[in-house]
């Protein structure tokens, strides 16, 4: 019996020491925007006008995995004029909305970008991003993702969309890379514009 506990701890142990090797890789972080920066709720106003919420935190991330260097990238099947606004404001370049087939942004960025799939991360929450998970070095989800979605993925943030996955996911990436340092966050807040 304690040696089926060995067997078990050691598999464990490999699995974490797996995915800590994955996270010195990334340079690339691609992220889903509802159910993933979202809590996948849009609200309906009489007049027809949508709205999504986003967490603040995720922004911050965002926006400082920008500055240190990491390329991040949306994927989205929605096509909000605010959403797209609050990402460029945080300093994403990169914008894919109105993508009904998501392949179609990552053919994009492999064949005109010379995007690397092995050193790139996604988060996604729903089928619409299964393909895309199958192809990326690390493919992660929020924890209130769907269930196909949970099975592929080689991580699950315990955090939901919308309520700071997407934080978790880049504050892991920056500090196993050594780039999660107090001190650029102190000046990183100095920075007047909105996160």
């Not at 087939?101 to 729903?126: N, P």
Request: glycine residues 8%; aromatic residues 8%.
């Amino acid at each position: 019996m304690l040696s089926n506990r060995r067997i078990v701890c050691h598999s464990q142990f490999e699995i974490v020491m797996s995915f800590l090797d994955k996270l010195h890789d990334i340079n690339t972080i691609i992220l889903d925007v509802d159910g993933v920066l979202t809590d996948s709720s849009v609200y309906v106003f009489e007049d027809g006008v949508l709205m999504r919420k986003m967490n603040v935190r995720d922004g911050y991330a965002i926006k400082y995995a920008i500055s240190k260097g990491y390329r991040v990238i949306i994927i989205t099947g929605g096509k909000s004029a605010g959403v797209i606004t609050r990402l460029e404001n945080l300093g994403v370049q990169e914008i894919y909305s109105g993508m009904q087939d998501k392949l179609e942004a990552m053919d994009e960025l492999i064949e005109v970008y010379g995007l690397d799939l092995s050193a790139s991360a996604y988060m996604g929450d729903d089928l619409p991003d299964y393909e895309c998970l199958r192809l990326v070095g690390l493919s992660t989800c929020p924890a209130n993702a769907a269930p196909e979605i949970r099975a592929l993925c080689q991580y699950i943030s315990p955090l939901k969309g919308g309520e700071g996955c997407v934080r978790d996911l880049i504050e892991k990436i920056l500090k196993v890379q050594g780039n999660w340092i107090e001190t650029d966050l102190v000046n990183l807040t100095n920075d007047k514009r909105d996160f």
